[in-house]
């Protein structure tokens, strides 16, 4: 079983950053993808980004460009860098830790209990 403990979310005006932050404990796997999820009121979970411990990356396409993720293999710790915040980039941020899927919600793997990023137009 893995743990996930986020921090760093918070209220931000449009244009702001912020950093989140993401500590993986219990049974981890150097294989495990880890990354982060979002999920605005009334909209389903979707994916913003994810990394391999080989340093791959995926993106959302509504992100590229403005988020940059990143992972400290030997402290087990994703990061997600936000620039530019949109309106539209507030949601609830869950870490998640297991297998590489970008296609759908991973059916399998850990989630964080999520952080709230609020951003003011």
């Known amino acids: 079983q893995v743990q996930l403990v986020e921090s760093g979310g918070g209220l931000v005006q449009a244009g702001g950053s912020l950093r989140l932050s993401c500590a993986a404990s219990g049974s981890i796997s150097s294989m495990n993808a880890m990354g982060w999820y979002r999920q605005a009121p009334g909209k389903e979970r979707e994916l913003v980004a994810l990394?391999?411990?080989?340093?791959?990356?995926k993106y959302a396409d509504s992100v590229k460009g403005r988020f940059t993720i990143s992972r400290d293999n030997a402290k087990n710790t994703v990061y997600l860098q936000m620039d530019s915040l949109e309106f539209e980039d507030t949601a609830v941020y869950y870490c998640?830790?297991?297998?590489?899927?970008?296609?759908?919600?991973?059916?399998?793997?850990?989630w964080g209990q999520g952080t709230q990023v609020t951003v003011s137009s």
């Open positions: 998640y830790s297991g297998p590489w899927v970008t296609s759908s919600l991973p059916r399998f793997g850990s």
């Open positions: 990394i391999l411990s080989g340093g791959m990356t």
